[in-house]
């Protein structure tokens, strides 16, 4: 009994004390009463921290290696990694996330738990993201590509060709927000912003405008240019990368607009739910032609399409049915149009050489190449704009240059003569709702530009006269 009195008591006297502390304690107002020692927690927080952190450097290990001189493999041998681990692991990398070309500068992690790996990422340095690899065991059991969080707006571009499309998307086109700080203060921040301009450019005169206009030939100063483009705004580290182009204008300062206009849809001959984005015409023509002008885009001609020419190399004069186009060693090399590789090696005094055979009887060859593009073959399918090997000076060459040629229905043509068929219009209710969409993205283009836009001068209908008896 003597034993649970005591407890009673004790009871007692801890709910008294908590009433007396309750009646004399001060309520205190958010705005009044002992600022919080915030330092107090901020030290027990970071005490907490290091000592997860103890506990983890006792579990988990993390080594980093990067490309550098070498290849993948000694990347991958350089994280401890070798056997049948190294073996998949490249295997992984290469084939299944077709991380195909690494570049100097590309790092690699690998997670170790306990000695045993438990996770490798890779980080290529000029994509958004990483490649990872999980392991259970030791064997690697779900891979997939991870990007970078993103969020995308538009932005609208004007500027006034003065010595070259290049100079001009620099002096104009580089966002502010580029980078974190807003300016470029080191080397990474620089290539980040050659990199934007090498993107933007190449969208605009690889892709958009390669079937309207020859950036070698037309491109006059007093030229103006305007684009509307969508580019992806990553908050993680605050910086900005192009996305693609939704329409564009080219001005000539001699007269005439070329236009690239928007349509989302789905194509008829895809199996694939994908929707796609296509370009037109402001009446709904395709902006696309069944062939390229050209293979190699800024390319210089350096020898054309003739019945008689000296040959360099040979001495003597011979027929030259095709073009050369002059360009750096390894610059690329782009199929001109859709089509099945039915030659892809070494072609005499062609050198490195593929040929391509098209719809409607037409083949195209390319010589003199330095390599090959990747994953192809005799048979492979390639698609316009696809890149199938890059510039060099095999075979019978003075220098590094392309020798393009182009056969109909057996018989060579002249390239720049050939008149290339378009490729299907929008018709009917799909026409119908490119129009309505088109006016719309003008309207928003022209506020975000802040003036109005030029567009194309209906030409006068020509007046019909009754001939006079």
């Given at each position: ?71 993948l493999g000694g990347a991958v041998r350089d994280l401890g990694i ?388």
């Amino acid at each position: 009994m003597l034993r649970y009195r005591r407890n009673w008591l004790a009871v007692v006297l801890i709910v008294a004390a908590v009433g007396v502390t309750m009646m004399f304690t001060v309520s205190v107002d958010e705005n009044t009463g002992t600022p919080w020692k915030f330092y107090t927690d901020m030290d027990t927080l970071d005490s907490c921290r290091m000592g997860m952190l103890t506990v983890l450097a006792d579990t988990i290990d993390v080594h980093t290696s990067a490309i550098g001189e070498g290849f993948l493999g000694g990347a991958v041998r350089d994280l401890g990694i070798s056997g049948g681990q190294y073996l998949s692991t490249c295997g992984i990398l290469m084939d299944s996330l077709g991380w195909t070309v690494q570049r100097a500068g590309d790092t690699l992690s690998a997670i170790y738990c306990h000695d045993q790996l438990s996770e490798l990422r890779a980080y290529p340095r000029n994509r958004r993201g990483f490649y990872r690899i999980c392991y259970t065991d030791g064997s690697p059991v779900d891979w997939e590509y991870v990007p970078q969080e993103r969020w995308v707006r538009q932005r609208a571009i004007s500027c006034e060709i003065s010595t070259t499309v290049w100079d001009a998307l620099w002096e104009t086109a580089l966002p502010e927000d580029l980078t974190e700080s807003g300016i470029l203060v080191n080397s990474r921040d620089s290539s980040r912003a050659v990199g934007y301009i090498s993107e933007l450019q190449r969208a605009l005169t690889d892709r958009l405008f390669v079937y309207d206009i020859d950036f070698y030939y037309d491109v006059k100063v007093g030229d103006k240019l305007w684009i509307f483009i969508e580019e992806n705004r990553y908050p993680v580290d605050g910086e900005t990368g192009f996305r693609r182009i939704l329409a564009a204008k080219y001005q000539f300062a001699y007269g005439g607009i070329a236009e690239a206009f928007p349509f989302f849809h789905r194509p008829e001959e895809s199996d694939s739910a994908e929707i796609i984005l296509d370009h037109y015409h402001r009446d709904g023509a395709s902006l696309r032609t069944m062939f390229l002008k050209m293979p190699v885009p800024f390319g210089r001609v350096s020898s054309g399409y003739t019945d008689a020419r000296m040959h360099p190399v040979l001495g003597y004069t011979r027929a030259h049915r095709g073009i050369d186009y002059a360009a750096p060693m390894g610059t690329e090399i782009y199929a001109v149009g859709d089509g099945v590789i039915t030659l892809r090696g070494w072609s005499g005094g062609y050198g490195n050489m593929v040929r391509i055979r098209h719809a409607n009887g037409y083949e195209t060859g390319y010589g003199h190449m330095s390599n090959f593009a990747s994953g192809q073959s005799v048979g492979s399918f390639v698609h316009q704009g696809e890149i199938i090997g890059y510039i060099g000076t095999t075979g019978l060459s003075t220098g590094p240059h392309v020798h393009f040629e182009m056969k109909r229905n057996g018989s060579y043509v002249n390239p720049a003569t050939e008149i290339m068929p378009p490729a299907d219009p929008l018709e009917g209710e799909e026409l119908e709702r490119f129009l309505a969409e088109m006016s719309v993205i003008e309207a928003q283009w022209s506020m975000l530009t802040g003036t109005d836009l030029p567009v194309p001068q209906e030409e006068p209908e020509a007046e019909t006269q009754e001939s006079v008896e």
